[in-house]
């Protein structure tokens, strides 16, 4: 994304990549204005938290930190425990020890990979994110984190339930170099294991996207792409400022338009109106 100004003096610019214009009608002309701004190559996708406050965390880390470290969920331990490699090696092991020995694909997965070449390790992770009541019943989550094509989309969860500021989530996926998923998620989950053993890092966040998927009419009616949260020590957009400095390109990999409290009706009407419910997000509940 281009590194573009607000179009109304009234939005309030807290840092380069976050904005809070003052009320819905505002929000609404930042946001098409963001996408008018886009470059040609731009693949625009989106994600929604009702507080603003939350981070750009995986499911896995959200879990790991409330019940491992006893921390809030949505916050980060501080940089020395960070930094450090026993953590990066503590869970890191952990989210292997998940996905290897807790949890694997069922044998009717790994069936229809052998004879219709669908990614089971994928399609095992997409039935947790869009069901979690089939995950494993005491470890939570996966690294990958769902985002949509469809700014309504992540709207709708920007605003479903909230009393305070919400975040709508914008990424340019073409801005983050080549981080399309290009080998199955098992040999990917090899290739963090002998990462890890020799004390190498697991790179940048992926984006996951298999030509071939089990059709499911969630992920359809949502629109949904999932991007892995590879370095399980740091936030997706921290690691993205990090390619942003390095590229130093004027580039903005991600922006963060803040919902401001007290605008729910207006977002919650103008959801209805675009046929943004529950029924249709979260068909044959």
Same mark, same amino acid.
């Given at each position: 994304?281009?590194?573009?100004?607000?179009?109304?003096?009234?939005?309030?610019?807290?840092?380069?990549?976050?904005?809070?214009?003052?009320?819905?009608?505002?929000?609404?002309?930042?946001?098409? @204005?963001?996408?008018?701004?886009?470059?040609?190559?731009?693949?625009?996708?989106?994600?929604?938290?009702?507080?603003?406050?939350?981070?750009?965390?995986?499911?896995?880390? &959200? #879990?790991?930190?409330?019940?491992?470290?006893?921390?809030?969920?949505?916050?980060?331990?501080?940089?020395?425990?960070?930094?450090?490699?026993?953590?990066?090696?503590? *869970?890191?092991?952990?989210?292997?020890?998940?996905?290897?020995?807790?949890? &694997?694909?069922?044998?009717?997965?790994?069936?229809?990979?052998?004879?219709?070449?669908?990614?089971?390790?994928?399609?095992?992770?997409? *039935?947790?994110?869009?069901?979690?009541?089939?995950?494993?019943?005491?470890?939570?989550?996966?690294?990958?984190?769902?985002?949509?094509?469809?700014?309504?989309?992540?709207? #709708?969860?920007?605003?479903?339930?909230?009393?305070?500021?919400?975040?709508?989530?914008?990424?340019?996926?073409?801005?983050?170099?080549?981080?399309?998923?290009?080998?199955?998620? /098992?040999?990917?989950?090899?290739?963090?294991?002998?990462?890890?053993? @020799?004390?190498?890092?697991?790179?940048?966040?992926?984006?996951?996207?298999?030509?071939?998927?089990?059709?499911?009419? &969630?992920?359809?009616?949502?629109?949904?792409?999932?991007?892995?949260?590879?370095?399980? &020590? #740091?936030?997706?957009?921290?690691?993205?400022?990090?390619?942003?400095?390095?590229?130093? @390109?004027?580039?903005?990999? #991600?922006?963060?338009? *803040?919902?401001?409290?007290?605008?729910?009706?207006?977002?919650?009407?103008?959801?209805?109106?675009? /046929?943004?419910?529950?029924?249709?997000?979260?068909?044959?509940?």
């Amino acid at each position: 994304m281009k590194c573009i100004s607000p179009t109304h003096s009234t939005t309030y610019v807290i840092n380069q990549h976050t904005w809070r214009p003052k009320d819905f009608n505002t929000f609404s002309d930042e946001l098409n @204005n963001i996408k008018h701004n886009k470059n040609d190559n731009s693949a625009l996708l989106y994600r929604g938290h009702k507080s603003a406050n939350w981070k750009l965390d995986s499911t896995f880390i &959200r #879990y790991f930190k409330k019940e491992i470290l006893k921390i809030p969920k949505f916050t980060h331990p501080n940089d020395y425990i960070r930094n450090s490699e026993e953590y990066n090696n503590a *869970i890191a092991w952990f989210y292997l020890f998940k996905f290897g020995i807790l949890a &694997r694909p069922s044998d009717e997965l790994e069936k229809l990979s052998e004879t219709h070449g669908i990614d089971s390790w994928f399609e095992l992770m997409k *039935i947790i994110q869009q069901d979690p009541r089939e995950d494993h019943p005491e470890v939570k989550g996966t690294n990958i984190i769902d985002w949509t094509k469809s700014s309504d989309v992540a709207l #709708y969860f920007s605003n479903e339930n909230r009393n305070d500021d919400g975040a709508l989530w914008i990424c340019d996926s073409s801005v983050t170099g080549k981080t399309l998923q290009t080998i199955p998620v /098992g040999k990917i989950l090899d290739k963090m294991k002998d990462a890890l053993k @020799n004390g190498k890092p697991w790179g940048c966040p992926l984006l996951f996207c298999p030509k071939k998927q089990i059709k499911y009419n &969630r992920a359809k009616h949502q629109e949904a792409i999932y991007i892995s949260q590879m370095d399980l &020590r #740091y936030s997706l957009d921290e690691l993205w400022n990090k390619i942003e400095r390095e590229k130093n @390109n004027n580039e903005l990999i #991600y922006m963060k338009l *803040i919902l401001s409290s007290g605008s729910e009706n207006d977002f919650t009407d103008y959801l209805l109106k675009k /046929g943004i419910t529950p029924d249709y997000l979260f068909p044959n509940k």
